[in-house]
C-alpha cells in the first residue's frame, strides 16, 4: 500500500507560500507504515485536479486530496473527484443539518452557499469537522483503494485525520513499522546540541537522526524501522536514552510536550501556583502557561507591565532604579518578580524585562538583552541573556528562557 | 506561457525532508512573469516520471524536472524524459571530455559509470554545472514549449538556472506583470464574504479572486496580469475597489496589516492609550498589541486576571456577580473593563471573559462562549460571541474579536 498526496488551490502555487499540509500527512502515513510514492500540487481547476487524481491513482492505491473544499466557487475539489471517478454526487441533509447547527449557534444563518459542502459523491463516507463546516470524504474505490478528500485548513485536517482516517489506515499498512521519538531541548543551541551527541548518532543508520531549531528551542528526531511495532519502538528507545544521557536537564520532554505543559505539570504535583510579570514579552508568557487545559489550577493572575509607571504602581519596583540602572537591568527584574510574587500571593513568580527590538537598543544595552528573574522561597534568582532575531523572536526565547527557569527551579525541588 | 516543476527523487518523498527547488524555481519564475500551474515530487521510477512529465505538459508550456542526474543507477530522469518523449540518446563526447577533467582535477580516475551523465537526449541543448559532474539539458519541443531538466543539489541547480536558463526565458515570458492584492476582513465567515461580493468577481477573470479562511480572519486575494506594472495595479484597484465598498468596515487591511498594526495606528493618531483585562485569552490580546514596535506609546499596562479573586482584586468586579450570574457574562465583562479602565487610567480598555475549552463548558454556557467589553469615554459596550474549534482558536477568534471592537469604535471616533 502506498500513498499520493494532491493539494488544491491556486494560492499555494503562489512564490513564498508554504504546503504544510504533505508535510503532516507524510509524516503520519510513514508512522502508519505507509511510504508517500507521489505528491502534487495543483490549481483550483477541475480538469487539471481530475487529471492529477488519475495519475496519482496510477501509482498509489490511497490518494489524499487536501484543500478546496469550502463553500466557494472556487472550491472545486468534490466536483472534480465525482467527474474524474464518474460518481454522482447527492445532497446530504444530515451534514446540512450539522452545518446550519454550526451557523445557528453563533448566531448567524446559514448562507445559502454552504449548502455545496452536503454534496457527497456516491459511496462516499463523511468524515465529520470538529473545527470548520467543510465536512471531508472517505470513498473507498475497491478492497485496496481509497480517495480521501480532507479540508485545507491545518487546525481542521489534523484533527479530522486523527480521528476519523489514522484509525481506517491500521489495516491498510505493509508490515513495515516505524517508530518515530522526537527529544524537545531547551537552553542549548543547535550546533551544541550537535556536538554533545554526535559521538552517539554518526554511523547509525536506524534510527536515522535529525536536528531541527526553531527560536529557543531543538528537536533531536529519531525515526527507527522494523518488523514489530515494539521492535522500531525498542530501537528508537536505546538510542533516545543514550541521548538523553549526553543532553541532560537540557530534554524537556521526549513525549511532545510543550515547555508550557511540563511546567504545568511540575507545577500541579507539588501544589504550586505561579504568577509572571512581564515587559517585553507583553503577554506572552501568561497566554502560554494557559493554552494549557486545566492552568487555572495552578494559575490565578499576572500582570504586563510595559511602562516604568506600571512597574512601579503594580511591582512596587523602587522608582530611583530606573535612573540609577535603568528598566532593562538585573535590579529591575529582581524587583518585579519580588513584587509579582507578594502581589498575587504565588509560590513561583518569573518576571521579564529586556529589549525587543528593533529599535530602543544601546551600545551598552543592545536589542536582545533580557533579563530573567525567578522569585520562590528559596530567594530571587537573575539571569541575564543575549538573544538574537527580530522582535517576535525576542519575544518567543524569552518566553522559551522564563519557562525553562521554572522547571529546572521545580525539577530540583522535586529531586530534593 | 506557465511552468511545471517535477522534482524527482524517492528522498523527497520521505518524512521530515523539504524540498526547496521548486519554491527557488517558483520564485525566480514569478520574477520573470511566468506563473507556476503545477508542482510534482516523484520517485525515482522512469514510468512514474514519464507519466507526471506527460501530465505536466499538459497543462504547461515549460516542464522543470529538478534531481535523478546524477551517475549511479537509480538517476532516471534522463532516461525516463527521453522515453517519455520518444527522443533517441546520443553520447556527447564534450560531456565525457569535461566530466573527465573534473575528476582528473582532482587527482581521481573517472569512474565508468558517469559516462551516463554524457547522454543528450535528441535536440537538447546540454547546460554546463559548473558546480558538479551533472550537466542540465534544455529540450525545446517546439516554439512554445520545453522541457528542462536540472541537478538535483541546490547548489548546483541554483546558478545554472541564473546563468543559463534564466536568460532563455526572457523570450519565452509574455510581457505580463503580476499585481497582487489582500483585502484582510474580520467579523464575517468566509461564506458570507462570499455571499457579499460574488456579483462583483463570479465572471472576471483578470484579477483571478480567491478566499482563504482563519480563525477569525478571511483573506480575499486578488491576482491581475497586465501589459505593465501599472495595468496590472490598476486592473486589481478596480475591482478591489468595489470589493471594499461591498465589505465596508469589516476590511481591516488592504496593505497586509496585522489587525494590531491598525489599531496601534489608530490609538496613535488619535492620542489614546489602551489597557486589557483578559480571562480565557490569559495575556494573548496583550501580546499581539506589544508585538508591534512601538506600541509603547500607547499601551503601559494590561492584566490577566484568571480567577474570580483576581477579577474582584484587580479589577473591582463585585462579588455577588459570580454567584448571580458566573464569570461569564454580559455583567462580568462590564466590570472587568470599567475597573480596567479606571485602574490603568487608560482611554479605551478591552475585557474579555469566556469558556476556551475543551472543558468547562455547559449547555447554558458552552464551550466557544465569549464575551467582549469596551470601556470608553462614550460608555461600556458589551458583545457576546459564540466561537468554534479548540482551546487556541477560541483564544485566537477572542483575540480578534476584542481587537475589532476596539478598531470599529476608534474609526467611529475618527469619522465623527
Redesign the interface.
Known amino acids: 500500500m502506498k500513498a499520493a498526496i494532491v493539494a488544491v488551490?491556486?494560492?499555494l502555487?503562489?512564490?513564498?507560500r508554504e504546503e504544510t499540509n504533505s508535510?503532516f500527512l507524510?509524516?503520519k502515513l510513514?508512522e502508519a507504515g505507509i511510504?508517500?510514492?507521489?505528491?502534487?500540487?495543483?490549481?483550483?481547476d477541475v480538469e487539471?485536479i481530475g487529471?492529477?487524481l488519475r495519475?496519482a491513482l496510477?501509482?498509489a492505491g490511497l490518494v489524499f486530496l487536501t484543500g478546496g473544499l469550502?463553500?466557494?466557487?472556487?472550491d472545486v475539489t468534490r466536483d472534480a473527484v465525482a467527474r474524474a471517478l464518474s460518481l454522482d454526487m447527492e445532497l446530504d441533509e444530515d451534514i446540512v443539518r450539522a452545518i446550519r447547527a454550526?451557523?445557528e449557534?453563533?448566531?448567524?444563518p446559514?448562507?445559502?452557499?454552504?449548502v455545496r459542502q452536503a454534496l457527497v459523491p456516491e459511496g462516499g463516507d463523511v468524515l465529520p469537522n470538529?473545527?470548520?463546516?467543510a465536512p471531508g470524504l472517505f470513498i473507498p474505490l475497491d478492497d485496496d483503494r481509497a480517495v480521501v478528500l480532507l479540508p485545507g485548513?491545518p487546525?481542521e485536517l489534523r484533527?479530522m485525520f486523527s480521528e476519523h482516517v489514522q484509525p481506517r489506515l491500521a489495516s491498510k499498512a505493509e508490515k513495515l513499522h516505524y517508530d518515530?521519538r522526537k527529544l524537545w531541548i531547551v537552553g542549548l543551541a543547535e550546533s551544541s546540541v550537535e556536538q554533545k551527541i554526535r559521538s552517539a548518532y554518526i554511523g547509525v543508520d536506524n534510527p536515522s537522526t535529525?536536528i531541527?531549531a526553531s527560536a529557543g528551542q531543538v528537536e533531536v528526531?529519531l525515526?527507527a524501522t522494523g518488523g514489530s511495532p515494539e521492535e522500531a519502538a525498542a530501537k528508537n528507545g536505546a538510542l533516545s536514552a543514550k541521548l538523553e544521557g549526553l543532553l541532560g536537564a537540557n530534554v524537556f520532554s521526549a513525549a511532545e510536550e510543550q515547555l508550557e505543559e511540563v511546567v504545568g505539570r511540575l507545577l500541579l504535583s507539588q501544589g504550586k501556583r505561579i504568577t509572571?510579570a512581564?515587559s517585553?514579552?507583553?503577554?506572552?508568557?501568561?497566554?502560554r502557561?494557559?493554552?494549557v487545559?486545566?492552568?487555572?489550577r495552578y494559575?490565578?493572575?499576572?500582570?504586563?507591565?510595559?511602562?516604568n509607571?506600571?512597574k512601579m504602581e503594580?511591582l512596587g519596583v523602587p522608582e530611583e532604579l530606573f535612573g540609577r540602572v535603568g528598566a532593562v537591568s538585573e535590579e529591575v527584574a529582581h524587583a518585579m518578580a519580588t513584587g509579582a510574587r507578594a502581589g498575587?500571593g504565588a509560590d513561583v513568580a518569573v518576571a521579564v524585562t529586556g529589549i525587543?527590538?528593533?529599535?530602543g537598543g544601546s551600545t551598552e544595552k543592545p536589542v536582545g538583552l533580557v533579563y530573567v528573574a525567578l522569585a520562590t522561597d528559596d530567594g530571587v534568582r537573575v539571569e541575564k541573556f543575549q538573544f538574537p532575531g527580530g522582535?517576535?523572536q525576542v519575544?518567543r526565547w524569552t518566553s522559551q528562557a522564563a519557562l525553562n527557569l521554572v522547571r529546572l527551579h521545580l525539577l530540583h525541588e522535586r529531586g530534593g
Do not use: W
Open positions: 488551490g491556486d494560492e502555487l503562489a512564490p513564498s508535510v507524510t509524516e510513514a511510504p508517500v510514492a507521489f505528491r502534487a500540487v495543483v490549481g483550483d487539471a487529471d492529477v495519475s496510477g501509482r469550502g463553500p466557494t466557487s472556487d454550526r451557523f449557534a453563533r448566531g448567524v446559514m448562507p445559502d452557499v454552504n470538529r473545527c470548520g463546516t485548513p487546525a484533527p518515530v535529525t531541527l528526531r525515526t509572571v512581564e517585553l514579552t507583553g503577554g506572552l508568557i501568561a497566554s502557561i494557559t493554552d487545559s486545566g492552568s487555572s494559575f490565578d493572575e499576572s500582570v504586563v507591565t510595559y511602562s509607571e506600571a503594580r498575587a525587543a527590538g528593533p529599535t522582535r517576535s519575544k
